[in-house]
């Protein structure tokens, strides 16, 4: 597939700066505004193009707080995302670095004269069925409640018009439709409750109803989730995949319309770019794609070429508008420090070729859990290459994937093997080690070792 794109209409944007409480502190520029009309869909109710474009980001003060005590003062004024992860955070926040409700968050953003505020909304009936770390409060088939509990509280609360002139941007349920591609059937990585959840509809209708309801509101801007490309971009997922998104969104009352672009990589590890080798190169008269078990006969070997050919490619072949743009969480994709590669391997095999070269360090792709090695990377940047509205930190750096034994707890969430660091691995990660760090807490909350080696690998460098 191409990897050369036409840019996409752009809006000006002008300097972010972070206000309230968070004045005086490094300043986050999104790029510079260049016109009067760019800085009038800043201040009006108009949609616009890319919600992050212009935007002063909201700065979640339990995150910045969590990171200062961390040792992480010069990245304390970057925005992250407010999770939404069951029907108690609505108004009395989640674990971890987030203890307000959305409320208090949104009157917060005001306060900070914020532009925008990245939310993420994640607790679909039967969630995340191929882990257990992240599993939720609603059993598979409580879609119903899902929808009157869940989604209309948030809708009650986003539509006050109070939060008018403040773009709600809405990362919608991750992990979830591209389970349904990957993780069902006959394959070797299907679980019974992918099956199930692929029998009974519940994502489809979940993740319909959320864009629909939620997008009735002009300033909200949906983001439906795409995995990451060591998992949707192989031949058989990623068409599919955008299919399926596109089912989604005329489902449960929803339109295309309502969809404002795609998430890829939320709170995963997968190399913005990897610059040392590519798809298609040739090693020994061989094309490495076949012959390196790292990038096996996946397309694709890092997050923004699989990105920019979600969005330019397979989401119009769907049936999506043409020009819908993608946001890519690099809050722990670095893969800096001491043991980044400076240059590729050596080019006596593909195996050497790529491993020698490559930027992300874990044992697999299929690796997710609280990656040893990992660095914070890009800091949150709109509009910085075709097709991609931002770079983000929708996963806080410093909240647990999940923790490395099991910890009774009352928040819905399991103990998964793939957080154990002494775990051998499954299918899905085609039983390799898992890489995850030990000593860690449930998912959500503080981990501060993760959050030191994040600092120490950072790229770009802090």
């Known amino acids: 597939m191409s990897r050369t794109h036409p840019p996409r209409r752009r809006l000006g944007r002008r300097p972010v700066v972070i206000a309230g409480a968070f004045a005086g502190a490094c300043a986050l520029t999104m790029g510079t505004l260049s016109t009067a009309a760019a800085d009038e869909d800043v201040d009006t109710l108009a949609r616009v193009d890319n919600p992050y474009a212009g935007a002063q980001l909201y700065v979640n003060p339990d995150w910045s707080a969590a990171a200062t005590a961390g040792g992480g003062e010069v990245i304390a004024d970057q925005p992250t995302a407010v999770w939404l992860d069951s029907r108690a955070a609505i108004t009395g926040g989640s674990a971890g670095s987030n203890t307000m409700g959305l409320r208090e968050h949104l009157d917060e953003a005001l306060a900070q004269g914020a ?17 257990l770390a992240s599993n939720g409060e609603l059993g598979p088939e409580e879609i119903d409640v899902y929808k009157t509990e869940f989604i209309d509280p948030i809708n009650e609360i986003v539509s006050d018009p109070a939060y008018a ?6 990362i919608v349920e991750i992990d979830s439709l591209p389970n349904l591609i990957t993780n069902v059937g006959g394959r070797e990585t299907a679980t019974p409750a992918c099956d199930e959840m692929l029998a009974n509809g519940n994502y489809v209708k979940g993740v319909g109803y959320n864009i629909a309801t939620l997008g009735d ?11 990451h490309h060591g998992w949707i971009g192989w031949e058989d997922n990623f068409q599919a995949s955008a299919d399926l998104l596109f089912e989604a969104a005329n489902a449960e009352g929803a339109t295309p319309e309502d969809v ?11 190399a913005l770019k990897e610059e040392n080798f590519a798809v298609d190169d040739v090693i020994g008269g061989q094309p490495i794609r ?8 996946n397309n694709y070997v890092d997050e923004l ?34 043991d980044r590669p400076t240059g590729p391997g050596p080019q006596t ?20 859990c609280n990656q040893e090695g990992a660095g914070l990377g ?69 981990f501060q070792a993760q959050f030191e080696e994040l600092l120490a690998n950072a790229h770009p460098p802090l």
């Open 115 to 131: 532009d925008a505020i990245q939310i993420v909304t994640y607790n679909l009936p039967g969630r995340d069925c191929a882990a």
């Open 165 to 170: 002139e403040l773009r709600i941007i809405n």
């Open 217 to 227: 509101n002009e300033n909200v801007y949906n983001y439906i989730d795409i995995g």
């Open 260 to 270: 404002a672009g795609f998430a890829a990589n939320t709170a995963n590890y997968s």
């Open 290 to 297: 076949g012959e390196s078990s790292w990038i096996d006969w």
């Open 305 to 338: 070429s699989f990105a920019q050919d979600f969005a330019s490619v397979a989401a119009p072949a769907a049936g999506f508008p043409e020009g819908l743009g993608v946001v890519i969480d690099t809050s722990r994709n670095g893969w800096g420090g001491p």
């Open 349 to 368: 095999s593909a195996d050497e070729y790529v491993d020698g070269g490559r930027y992300d360090r874990r044992i697999h792709l299929g690796n997710w």
């Open 378 to 446: 890009e800091r949150p940047t709109a509009a910085p290459e075709p097709y991609i509205d931002a770079y983000s930190w929708i996963k806080p750096p410093g909240e647990s994937d999940g923790s490395s034994e099991e910890i009774p707890n009352d928040e819905g969430k399991g103990f998964d093997r793939m957080c154990d660091p002494t775990y051998e691995g499954n299918p899905r990660n085609q039983y390799n080690p898992s890489g995850a760090l030990g000593d860690a807490p449930i998912s959500g909350h503080w």
